[in-house]
């Protein structure tokens, strides 16, 4: 029962090449450089597509020069750093006729990157960046948290690189101006808890979108369907396997928020260094980063989304959404320590 439709496939399959060369063969000159031209044109789109290809995630990336004040915060050199790595290749604000354009792992992965930097230039700004959060709010951080908050996927007027850019530089007054003493800085252990706790919300939303792509419809009973949300439903589907894209967007967009965050809190334990010893917090922080570079190492550029318990086809979001939930965990362990 099962040889016939292989057979017949193979069968339409053979008939369709020979097709292919009998017109081939007899077109003429015209004909020939058409397909010729169409040819190279899909040769071109590959090679430039593998050559602007790339996903970021080198765990011993350091603060560049550039962007380093001595007496500033590495933290923010860190995310200046980062940001400027990626807008030298940004590609979710590309057209269509890019081949980068088309990829969706880079895509998502830069937007999780763009959208974490943002998250944590907003609680920069809000809270670590001002005197006990009641003072005024320092300039720099204020543009930059704007600025880096735009729209990833602008192409012109402004673009999203242009304005990323900006924010960099506004990201690098800040610092000087904090080494010179002319900006504020709220090094104390209540801050750095209530940035772990926003950060342990934004992750843990994102959780839950790992589980809704990671369950099938059938894991779910009518009554049950009937309470999730219009978004909510538009994310569960039926397991894929390899062939989920859903899966690869959401594996990608977790990499990249779990990558920019691993790099901005290893700067943030260097400018909390002594508020995270007095509270006997290092192995704590040690932990926390351990499992987070664990889940932002994780790489696969096919991704597959198996249904639970398969054999054969693995759950790549499954595993990376361990760490992510260990992750979690670890964070709010610390902001319970720091606030004792």
Known sequence: MTMAPLQALKTKLGDTKDALFDWFAGSGMLGKAVAGGLAAVVVVFFGVFIYQYRI???????????????????????AATLMDLE?????????????????????????????????????????????????????????????????????ILPSAVSQYREGIRNLDEYNRRLARGQAKYDKIASSLSDFLVKISKDMGSQSGTIELTVLSPDDFTEAEKQRLTDNQRRVLSSNSGYFDGRATKVFFATKGRMYAYYLIL????????????????????????????????FYKFFVANGAGGSYFTPSDLAYQGFFLLRFDKQLQELADILNR
């Open 56 to 78: 970021d995630d080198d765990r011993d990336l350091k603060p560049a020069p550039e962007h380093v004040m001595a007496g500033g915060s590495q933290a923010v050199a860190m």
């Open 87 to 155: 807008i030298r290749h940004w590609a979710p604000n590309k057209p269509w006729f890019y081949p980068i354009a088309h990829s969706t792992n880079m895509v998502a992965y830069q937007k999780g990157i763009q959208y974490a930097v943002a998250q944590w230039a907003t609680q920069m700004t809000d809270f670590l960046g001002r005197e006990r959060g009641s003072g005024e709010a320092d300039p720099n951080l204020v543009a930059a948290k704007g600025l880096l908050n735009y729209d990833p996927t602008a192409f």
């Open 266 to 297: 290893e700067g943030l334990g260097e400018d909390y260094g002594e508020v995270i010893a007095a509270k006997g917090a290092e192995e704590h922080w040690r932990n926390m980063l351990v499992s987070l570079r664990s889940g932002a190492s």
